[in-house]
C-alpha cells in the first residue's frame, strides 16, 4: 500500500515536499514513480527513482524537482521547488515490482507500475 502526503495549495515560486509511505512489506527494491494528472489531462509521468537510486526527470519539471528515497523507513519524497500554476494536479505514487526498466520510455508509463497510491491535490496559485 502508497500512502501519498503534504499536497497543499502553494504560491508560485514556493516549495513542497511530497512523501509516498510504503506499507505492506519492503519497496526497497522496486523502481519507485511519481505522476501527475492536472484536470481534463492525461496522467503524465513526473520522475522516477531506481532500486540504484538513479533519478529520472520529465523534461518539464527537471532542475526543480528532486525525487528521492528513504529506504530505512520506505519512503520516497518528491521535493518540488520554483513552483508554477501548471505544476497544479493530484500527484500519485507508484512502485514497480518488474525487473528493473533499462530505458526512460518504459519508466515513464504508468503500466510499468503495479502499485498506486490515492494521490495528493498540489495547487499552485499564480
Known amino acids: 500500500q502508497l500512502v501519498e502526503s503534504g499536497g497543499g495549495l502553494v504560491q508560485a515560486g514556493g516549495s513542497l515536499r511530497l512523501s509516498c509511505a510504503a506499507s505492506?512489506?519492503?519497496?526497497?527494491?522496486?523502481?519507485m514513480g511519481w505522476f501527475r494528472q492536472a484536470p481534463g489531462k492525461e496522467r503524465a509521468f513526473v520522475a522516477a527513482i531506481k532500486r540504484s537510486g538513479s533519478t529520472y526527470y520529465a523534461d518539464s519539471v527537471q532542475g526543480r524537482f528532486t525525487i528521492s528515497r528513504d529506504s530505512a523507513k520506505n519512503t520516497v519524497y518528491l521535493q518540488m521547488n520554483s513552483l508554477k500554476p501548471e505544476d497544479t494536479a493530484v500527484y500519485y505514487c507508484?512502485?514497480?515490482?518488474?525487473?528493473?526498466?533499462?530505458?526512460?520510455?518504459?519508466?515513464?508509463?504508468?503500466?510499468?507500475?503495479?502499485?498506486w497510491g490515492q494521490g495528493t491535490q498540489v495547487t499552485v496559485s499564480s
Open positions: 507508484a512502485a514497480s515490482s518488474y525487473p528493473t526498466a533499462q530505458s526512460m520510455a518504459t519508466m515513464s508509463r504508468g503500466s510499468f507500475y503495479n502499485f
Open positions: 505492506g512489506g519492503t519497496f526497497s527494491p522496486y523502481t
